[in-house]
């Protein structure tokens, strides 16, 4: 071969048996959706099949896809099946799928608006509808960020509030330096992505007051007042107030009205965290839960959460693109803005990241694909099956439904066959979720309430029907009795 004739491209037609091939393997995969939610393969057993030296030569795409179905495509997690219910797994939609391969397909990259004219606009626009779709704005003028993740929308959220509240101050001259501490406030039921923020922003966990919550995990309220007035007297500067558009560990949505209420009042910015909830402020029937997010400086979404994307988009709304852009913009003469007055938007000026990929195409063409209200309707699906489990909870004698809540989330115990006493339940419960994934059958997790261990089923999986739900009880209830009898409880 010539030395400057090769390419890694193949000739079309074996590009056509690449993706023919990888879509044999797609179809397959989805064909068999109900199967065991855990694999079950231990980690030394992983850990093997991927235990070879760096190719010097390279394979087939026969036997490479060969290799992709035995290790990869049939021994998933199975975030995609609906026995899912750890952590917050949505399954994802086949429409993002089919949006991921083609988006990597045009491989654009949305720093610019020449290098993806298309992409960018069509990211404008999913801020703008996501923005609608809760209620935040308009649906015309809010800026925002398309991230990786939730964590990604927490930290972006923060730092823009930080940049802009202490802009005045020149904070991105001088960075830190100088301020007097500043303090943020949440609950105690916040997620631990906004620990991190509060590190890798500089203001350091001692100035994160995490305030404790009432009976229904939400934040409390005279509580929060008491802190700042207290951080006040003694010199430190409140700064932001973070809401919970439901919390990872119960689905509790905090006064959101109350705490604009109170960040006007002391004047400080009020960030919401939204990951898990806010896109249920989509639902009119929920208007009072979430009346007050449209008054949040910046609110953290996640669209691999209830919009049911693939992973990973998360997304920050803030009320303008130039609060984006006077917290992340530095000049670059490589990177100059084009002369061009005709208001392109350049969205590395307004966000961390240079080189982006199109993550908002896919929840474009999700949006375009089923509609608003199919989604909306997907919402209001998982949220009727979280009725059910909770029924089903309540009316047995061997569990009890430990949280109330509207969204989805259930956390409840097993009591076992018969009554325990609290220690031996605490230990039934704690040896429940190890014995659950050994089983494989559903994939769920556990919390602690109040100290106390609970399992915490997150329904949020638009594959979900009242069977699944059936089937989850019959699996917790035979598995639990199995470790029940393995502990010897009297
Ligand atoms: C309330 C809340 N905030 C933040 C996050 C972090 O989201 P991600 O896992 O997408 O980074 C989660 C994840 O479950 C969450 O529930």
Redesign the pocket.
Known sequence: MDEYSDTLDFPLEEFDRLLSLSKALVLDRYSNLNGNAYPGHSQQQVYNWFDEPLPEDGTDIDSLLGEVKTKVMDTPTMNIGPHMYA??MAGGNQVSIAADLLAAAVNQNVAKWHLAPALTEIENRVIQWASEFIGYGDGNDTGGAIVS????A?LTGLTVARNIYFEQAGIREHGLFGQKPFVVYASDQT?S?VDKSIQMLGIGNRHYRKIPVNRNYQIDMDALKHSIESDITDGLQPFCVIG?A???NTGAVDPLNELADLAEKYKIWFHV?G??GALVASLPEFAETFAGLDRANSI?C?F?KWLYQTFEI?CTLVRSWDQLKRTYHNNADYLASSQHNDNRLDINEHHFQLSRNAKAFKVWMSFKAFGSERLRNMIRNDIALRVYLDELLENSTDFELVSHNELAISCFRFLGSHRHSDEQTRLLNEEIIPALEQDQRVFITGTRLQGEPVIRACIINHRKDKSHIDYLVTVIREVGLKVEAQLNLE
């Open positions: 952590y917050v993740a939730g964590s990604a927490n997620h992505s919970n439901g919390t990872v965290d990951c898990y953290a996640d691999h998360g």
